[in-house]
């Protein structure tokens, strides 16, 4: 992406989770959530991150904003490496990092006023009055559409997609460069859905809003992404431009992931490559390449090697063994 | 394509033996401060033998407690079925004592949901379950029950079905679970298969199995299939014909093909223009303003009325009547009527 600035760079992310068991709760394993994962994120864009559920799309969402410990690997954010600050080095750099949850029920205080919620983040930051934290709460609720009388409301009384609104008006009350949405939209009614998608189009434009956004929908990954990152067992399998990763996918899994969502469409049937058996469990991953055990095109390499993410032309990058890298020249 | 029209055209005109008949049902729950939640209200359709049919809306609309008022299965109070009458194959399910309704549970009608945990008992095997289902229905002794529910566990597709049977529902992932669920629900080999959302809780590369697996299974057993669901790309792929539910009502019902092609209610535009698919690339969704009413505050009137584009002045003093435009296909909505 020639001549944007990298908001972040991400380079060998892991985050491991404890398995413990016995009569002492002993460590006997690891659950690998996200393991070894290494990206570019550039100012101004959207990175769609897919994968089905216990891929660890989540889990590295909460890792970049340092909401959970990273097990190794840096987190670059705007130059610094964040990935080993601490909680007081951390604050300041917080305000540019927000985070929009799936359920916009369990992520509102169902005891605060609409406007208490909004405006609790610049309280902890101390900077406005109290006339200045009120115009801007009115101001923010106008920009995600709702009547700035909803101040006065509590959660309860507004619907799913109010909620999300005011989920996402939190997020934008210390301007923020960067927001992951973790499943947005998932929770609403389709109707509602792409009133709330328009929203957060609007809102990238008019902040210049940086947004990592996690679903496991691809047909709204596809509308709202610039780019693409598809995530199988706490790996990512490929990543690139939105169009290179919808009309020619190079990785087997994703390939099977796109021809699997069923489309609105009854002129057009597409072929479908199955999958065979289930998700294997994190926490006792394969060996090798982590998709071999449900992979048509697995070969011998592939039970014992695993794959790393090379280039394949034009910002598209797969971890594969059947291709091989194209640039290390 | 044009021949795919021609071939389920041809099966609708053929499928004219009807298998469940519903007329001017009325669900309502009777909350407190006299509040009235009409969840269905109205609602007439029929399925016809082997045929797919879909039940789709949004959250609240309905579909749920359709599907439960057929099996007679609404927690009452709050709720009741105040009108209406359910035929199966002639039957007045109505009319049943609960003796007789509950045959027609386990032997008629076989039941898939979402969340498979809640019909599946954690504390026995899945085979004990099945078996259990077989002894008590099909009265078979218990060697032959689980020899049977042995070759439904493959049918379904577990190639370790002699050990499964001896697994307990925590065990198995989300999509073996929901394929026990079938296994569960046609070993009676029931003319009648409801699934509610059979596929929402599981992954796309999951979902497709199961899907297959239904309609493999309902051509097997010669059944008919009436599927609950919100995902409109489901609908697509595996429906003979559709409901259109909104506000507790049907607003439209068509073949899929039409539906599809050539949807009429404002709200089955705006609801299929608003879902971002892997065809299509638009720049800016459409949406559809508003939410969804709830069932104890409808509008006068027609009941998307408030979100709708083309409302005009009637649209709020009298709800229109479900009319048919032609042979296979109905809607709701005054923009049609003559
Ligand atoms: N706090 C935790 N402790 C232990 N294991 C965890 C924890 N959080 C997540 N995991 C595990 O890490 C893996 C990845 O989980 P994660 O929630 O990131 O997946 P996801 O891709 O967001 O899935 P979904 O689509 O279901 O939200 C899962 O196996 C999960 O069980
Ligand atoms: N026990 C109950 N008491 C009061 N109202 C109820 C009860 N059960 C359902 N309802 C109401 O009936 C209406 C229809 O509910 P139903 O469960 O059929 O919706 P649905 O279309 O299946 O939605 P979803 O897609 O969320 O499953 C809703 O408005 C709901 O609030
Ligand atoms: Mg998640
Ligand atoms: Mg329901």
Redesign the pocket.
Known sequence: MLGKEKLLEVRNLKKYFPVKGGVLQRTIGHVKAVDDVSFDLYEGETLGIVGESGSGKSTLGRTLLRLLDPTDGQIIFQGNDISKLSNRKMRPIRKDMQMVFQDPFASLNPRMSVGEIIEEPMLVQRTLTRKERKDKVIDLLEKVGLSPEARTKYPHEFSGGQRQRIGIARALTMNPKFIIGDEPVSALDVSVQSQVLNLMEDLQDDFNLTYLFIAHDLGVVKHISDRVGVMYLGKLAEIGPKHKIYDNPLHPYTQALLSSVPVPDVERKREKIKLQGELPSPSNPPKGCVFHTRCPEAHERCRVEIPELIHQGEEQYVACHLYTSESDI | MQEKTDSKQEIGQKKTDVLLQVEGLKTY?Y?EQDKV?K??DDVSFTLKKGETLALV??????????S?SLMRLI?SP??KIIEGSIKLDGTDLLSLSEKDMRKVRGNDIGMIFQEPMTSLNPVYTIGNQIAETLMKHKKLKKKEAYKRAVELLKLVGFARAEQIVHEYPHQLSGGMRQRAMIAMALSCDPKLLIA??PTTALDVTIQTQILDLMVEMKEKFESSILL?T?DLGVVAEVADRVLV?YG?QIVEEATAYELYTNPQHPYTVGLLNSIPNLESDVERLESIKGTVP???RFPKGCRFAPRCKHVMDKCYEANPDLLEKDSNHKVRCYLYEE
């Open positions: 729950f909350m939640a969840a269905v809306g949004e959250s609240g609309s309905g579909k749920s407690i359709t439960l927690p709050p709720g509610d959302e609950i919100h539910m507790g709830p069932a104890h």
